[in-house]
């Protein structure tokens, strides 16, 4: 008997250490893409906010002479539901202070903003890139893009925390997304 514990002990070791092994490199940073991996790097640190994800954002931002924010980013998880969306907001606040590297390239593109605008979080920074891509490339997408976005994010602000209804929102974000990319 204490064999067969020791064995799945072990095993669970092992198993844990490859799991820890595989989330530090599950994102491949492409070196050749810095707009990708500034991307890849933000994303980690949303969902898995601690050290060694903002650390690695803070030298790949170093690297790229981008000015990170004074204030520090709220590294951790809210202690309770009704406090996560103020921390997602602070969080997402914070990470579209760097701004995405596709509205500082050259020549600026209507593709090149709407991957930059892909990747921002803040309802605020989202609506100011739209406004943006209005005005420098104004077309019946850009307006639906906006008035699309309006009403996710009143779809968002109007459903339940329930299955349903978080999957009806994750369609609707994947349609907006697809609008985007067309």
Known sequence: ????????A????????????RAGKRHYLPLEN???????LKENLLENPNE???QKLKDFATLQNLILPKEEYPVGKAPSIEQDDSLFSIQA????????????????????????????YSDKAI??????????????????????????CELRDS????????ERLRMEKEKWERLARE
């Open 93 to 120: 606040a914070w990470l579209d202070s760097l701004t995405p590297l596709e509205f500082i390239e050259e020549p600026q593109t209507e593709k090149t903003l709407l991957n930059g605008i892909l990747r921002l």
């Open 10 to 21: 072990l095993v669970f070791v092992i198993a844990a250490a490859g799991a820890k092994r």
């Open 127 to 152: 609506f100011s890139a739209l406004k943006t891509l209005q005005e420098k490339f104004p077309s019946e997408k850009s307006k639906a893009l906006e008035q699309s976005y309006k009403e996710l």
């Open 159 to 166: 459903s339940k925390a329930d299955y349903n209804s978080l």
């Open 52 to 54: 060694q994800c903002l």
């Open 1 to 8: 008997m204490v064999w067969v514990i020791t064995v799945f």
């Open 34 to 40: 810095p707009a990708l991996s500034l991307a890849i």
